[in-house]
């Protein structure tokens, strides 16, 4: 198994720029969602989902936008990126039991210029 | 709502000598708690959870964690530092029906040789 798989590894951007973070895992994890790092403020979390076709706002979904189509993909898009979006983020995938652990991908550093 | 708390930015231990991370739980219900170490340009990994049972949890690397439900606390100890455990830990919470993860600030291990 690859696990959690996120592509690009680096991502630089211009002001006004969109692209898409992508996060696939072939566990079938029912769980799946986005975190941002930034220092001082640990992980906080962008979109989370329960399963295909099902997505829910986390505690800083503001610029950012999930879709849930299969089990596999969870994209992360910015619609139109902004200084304050420059940050490492992290997509993870869980089995759909609360007592179950997140898997967590390698990483997409974004700098946003 | 449920919160967890990691009351130090760093915490440094020479190599050798018993270490202790800190970690403080807010939760309405059975807490399910975990603990993630995060290598530096790297993903978080899954050390050890708490869902049931026995108070002390051990996990991967030597690692264990005391769950204390009195002063609601889930400190993460290893009895005998290695330079290799200087990282960035992570406390988190798992919420009940939302199955959101809460992750705290995080704390940096440094071991001294």
């Known amino acids: 198994n690859a696990g959690v798989t996120q592509t690009p590894k680096f991502q630089v951007l211009k002001t006004g720029q969109s692209m898409t973070l992508q996060c696939a895992q072939d566990m079938n994890h029912e769980y799946m969602s986005w975190y941002r790092q930034d220092p001082g403020m640990g992980l906080r979390l962008i979109h989370y989902?329960?399963?295909?076709?099902?997505?829910d706002q986390g505690e800083v979904p503001n610029g950012y936008n999930v879709s849930r189509s299969t089990t596999e993909d969870f994209p992360l898009r910015l619609l139109s990126a902004a200084p304050s979006q420059t940050s490492v983020y992290f997509c993870?995938?869980?089995?759909?039991?609360?007592?179950?652990?997140?898997?967590f991908g390698p990483g997409t550093r974004l700098t946003v210029l | 709502a449920q919160s967890v708390a990691q009351p130090e930015d760093q915490v440094n231990v020479a190599e050798g000598n018993p270490l202790t991370v800190k970690c403080t739980y807010s939760?309405?219900?059975?807490?399910?708690l975990f603990w993630y170490v995060q290598y530096p340009n790297r993903g978080l990994q899954f050390l050890l959870k708490y869902i049931t049972g026995d108070n002390l949890v051990k996990g991967s690397y030597g690692f264990e964690a005391e769950f204390n439900k009195s002063q609601t606390s889930f400190h993460l100890k290893k009895p005998s530092a290695l330079v290799s455990d200087s990282a960035l830990y992570f406390c988190?919470?798992?919420?009940?029906?939302?199955?959101?993860?809460?992750f705290g600030t995080g704390t940096r291990l440094k071991v001294l040789a």
């Open positions: 939760v309405s219900g059975n807490p399910y």
């Open positions: 989902s329960v399963g295909a076709g099902i997505t």
């Open positions: 988190a919470v798992r919420d009940w029906g939302t199955y959101k993860y809460i």
């Open positions: 993870a995938s869980s089995p759909p039991d609360e007592a179950d652990e997140q898997f």
